[in-house]
């Protein structure tokens, strides 16, 4: 569910291991996802992007996986490491529309 | 540099000032985005612009924000009569064509405090 104010979802992991990060998403119509990953005093920062034609993409050790039937969105992250440490965002973009909108957010704690 | 500008990167003003943010999108993109994020909150959408088109500020909050921009490159965002509420990062992004799904790419914001 929504998280409010600076109760992030937090997802503590090891070094070396593979993340998963769940989206909901709220739009039926939506047809274009990103995930952004966002560091402390920074902007969100684009990591990889789907359309709604297709269910899975891959990037550098990321994987976007895009479920329609239950409007769910996930972030694969293999080998993580420390400097993926930040807070994940996914976003939305309604067809016929050029906003995006954007998840409450996941916290990602990569522990040495 | 290659990515979006914004400034000032911190901005404190007084209740009831007028502030005036700045955007300089990525070269050769076409749409330009501002949105905002409270403390510890995700971004919700304030403005667009897509060329000469009339923008979409279906977003904005109040008639007291407003935003311009000119030559089909740099914006300004504008918030008169500051209140304590209108504190928060405020973010541009710009992308190459919103109509094929390009990425929004964005800036490092201001973080807007109101005393």
């Known amino acids: 569910g929504e998280s409010v104010g600076l109760h992030l979802p937090t997802l503590s992991v090891q070094e070396g291991d593979n993340s998963i990060i769940n989206c909901a998403y709220s739009n039926s119509a939506s047809d274009y996802f990103i995930w952004y990953k966002q560091e402390s005093g920074k902007g969100p920062q684009f990591i990889i992007d789907i359309r709604s034609n297709m269910d899975k993409r891959q990037g550098q050790r990321v994987t976007v996986l895009l479920n329609k039937t239950v409007k769910h969105l996930s972030l694969q992250i293999a080998a993580t490491q420390p400097g993926d440490s930040a807070v994940y965002f996914c976003a939305e973009m309604p067809n016929g529309r050029r906003a995006l909108t954007f998840g409450s957010g996941t916290r990602l704690q990569v522990q040495p | 540099g290659a990515g979006v500008s914004q400034s000032p990167s911190n901005k404190v003003t007084e209740k009831g000032k007028d502030v005036e943010l700045r955007c300089d999108p990525i070269s050769g993109h076409t749409a330009l985005y501002w949105y905002r994020q409270s403390l510890g909150q995700g971004l919700e959408f304030l403005i667009y612009?897509?060329?000469?088109?009339?923008?979409?500020k279906s977003g904005l909050p109040s008639d007291r924000f407003s935003a311009e921009r000119t030559g089909g490159s740099v914006s300004t965002l504008t918030i008169q009569r500051t209140q304590q509420e209108d504190s928060a990062v405020y973010l541009c992004a710009s992308s190459l064509d919103p109509y094929s799904n390009q990425p929004q790419h964005f800036g490092d914001g201001t973080r807007l405090s109101i005393l």
């Open positions: 612009f897509q060329g000469n088109s009339a923008p979409d």
